[in-house]
C-alpha cells in the first residue's frame, strides 16, 4: 500500500521559516519525481516545486523562486520542501506528490496534504 504522509505545517509569522516532510511507503521512492502543490481555499491546486529530471533538476513557481527549496534525501523515503520569507499569501494546504511515467502511463500518488498558516 503507497502511502505518502506530510508533516511539518503549522502557523508561522509573516516572514518565518517552516520546513515541510513527507515520508513515502511502498514505492521505490528513488525511482519517482517528487513534487509539493498547495491549495487555496476555492482554488485549484497549484504546483509550488517539483524535481523534474534524474539529474536533480528542479521546477519552481515563480511566486515562491528564491524563498523555497525542495530536496529529498532517497536513504530516508523522504522530499522536504523548506520555506524561508513565508507570506501571508503562501497560506495554503500543501500536498506531496509522487509520480513516474509507467511504460504509457504516469503513475502518480498524492499524500492527504498539510495546513501551512503564515499569519500575525
Known amino acids: 500500500q503507497v502511502q505518502l504522509v506530510e508533516s511539518g505545517g503549522g502557523l508561522v509569522q509573516p516572514g518565518g521559516s517552516l520546513r515541510l516532510s513527507c515520508a513515502a511507503s511502498?514505492?521505490?521512492?528513488?525511482?519517482?519525481?517528487m513534487g509539493w502543490y498547495r491549495q487555496h481555499p476555492g482554488k485549484q491546486r497549484e504546483l509550488v516545486a517539483t524535481?523534474?529530471?534524474?539529474?536533480?533538476?528542479?521546477v519552481y513557481a515563480d511566486s515562491v523562486k528564491g524563498r523555497f527549496t525542495i530536496s529529498r534525501d532517497n536513504a530516508k523515503n523522504t522530499a522536504y520542501l523548506q520555506m524561508n520569507n513565508l507570506k501571508p499569501e503562501d497560506t495554503a494546504v500543501y500536498y506531496c506528490?509522487?509520480?513516474?511515467?509507467?511504460?504509457?502511463?504516469?503513475?502518480?500518488?498524492w499524500g492527504q496534504g498539510t495546513q501551512v498558516t503564515v499569519s500575525s
Open positions: 511502498g514505492i521505490i521512492f528513488s525511482s519517482f519525481f
Open positions: 506528490k509522487a509520480s513516474r511515467l509507467s511504460g504509457i502511463k504516469i503513475e502518480a500518488y
Open positions: 524535481f523534474k529530471s534524474s539529474d536533480g533538476g528542479t
